[in-house]
Nanobody, 115 residues
C-alpha cells in the first residue's frame, strides 16, 4: 500500500505564503496522479490542485494564480506553494495519490489564515 505524510501547515496572516509537502512511501506505481484537497469546517472536501506523473496540472478556479503544485518523482513528493493566502483558504489540507488501485489519503495538515 501507500503511506502519505503531509507537512508545512501552520498559522499565517492574510497575504502571506506557505509551502506544503507530501511524501509518499510504500508501493508506488510510476503512473499516478498526486494532488491536494482541502476541507473547511462544515464543508465538503474539495480539489485544490493535482499533478500527473507526467507533469500535467489541474487547479481549482479559486486558487489559480495563487497556488502552484509541483512534484519530485525521484523523491515521490508533491508540493503546494500557496501565495497570497486568504482567510477563506483556512482548512485541513489533504494529500492524495491516485493510481490504478484507487486513491490513498494522508492524515491532513491544518492551514489557518488570519485576517
Amino acid at each position: 500500500q501507500v503511506q502519505l505524510v503531509e507537512s508545512g501547515g501552520g498559522l499565517v496572516q492574510a497575504g502571506e505564503s506557505l509551502r506544503l509537502s507530501c511524501a509518499a512511501s510504500g508501493s508506488i506505481f510510476s503512473i499516478n496522479a498526486m494532488g491536494w484537497y482541502r476541507q473547511a469546517p462544515g464543508k465538503q472536501r474539495e480539489l485544490v490542485a493535482a499533478i500527473s506523473s507526467g507533469g500535467s496540472t489541474n487547479y481549482a478556479d479559486f486558487v489559480k494564480g495563487r497556488f502552484t503544485i509541483s512534484r519530485d518523482n525521484a523523491k515521490n513528493t508533491v508540493y503546494l506553494q500557496m501565495n497570497s493566502l486568504k482567510p477563506e483558504d483556512t482548512a485541513v489540507y489533504y494529500c492524495n495519490l491516485l493510481d490504478r488501485r484507487g486513491g490513498f489519503w494522508g492524515q491532513g495538515t491544518q492551514v489557518t489564515v488570519s485576517s
